[in-house]
């Protein structure tokens, strides 16, 4: 009993750690094909929900859903788009959670990894921060939003392009 319990807890663990999205990974996905965007993000259980092409422009949202049985559901999201021309790629791509634990983990990786606060704007119920490490630059973005139910929660965004 107390194995089975063991290993049903290792699969949960693993299940919750592998929807997460590192900060290298998300850099990558301005560098990887699409297809092998699509791979990665299924890989960490992401789900396409939507996919959107108009000549030269494509659009790809993502979501991933991690249910926790003994606490909160979180959603995570992640959405690029390319515009494609005969010279070039240019990819935005914006990660989203609303879980602040995560949100600081990222925000570790980065003080960790040189990178450096360029400019900060509190516009209140939103902030907007600059990170650069000198190649990269990262716009991390926190927005209060308003659930059906009237309570306010933070959303936690990164974005970045090449």
Known sequence: M????????????????A???SLPEL???AELSGDRIDTL?????????QKETDSGVNLFYYTSLERNPNGATWVRSLSYKEIVT?????????????????????LEWLLRNNFKTIKRDNF???IDTNYSDGIKKILVKQSKQKLPSGVAIWAYQFEFGK
Not at 41 to 49: C, F, G
Request: charged letters at 30%.
């Open 27 to 29: 850099f990558s996905i």
């Open 86 to 106: 005969k010279e070039i790629i240019s990819r935005l791509v914006i990660y989203r959670t609303y879980r602040k634990k995560e949100y600081l983990e990222l």
């Open 19 to 21: 929807q997460k999205i």
């Open 124 to 126: 209140g119920e939103y």
């Open 2 to 17: 107390k194995y089975s319990l063991l290993f049903c807890l290792i699969g949960i663990l693993n299940n919750a750690a």
């Open 41 to 49: 993000l299924k890989q960490k259980e992401y789900r396409l929900m």
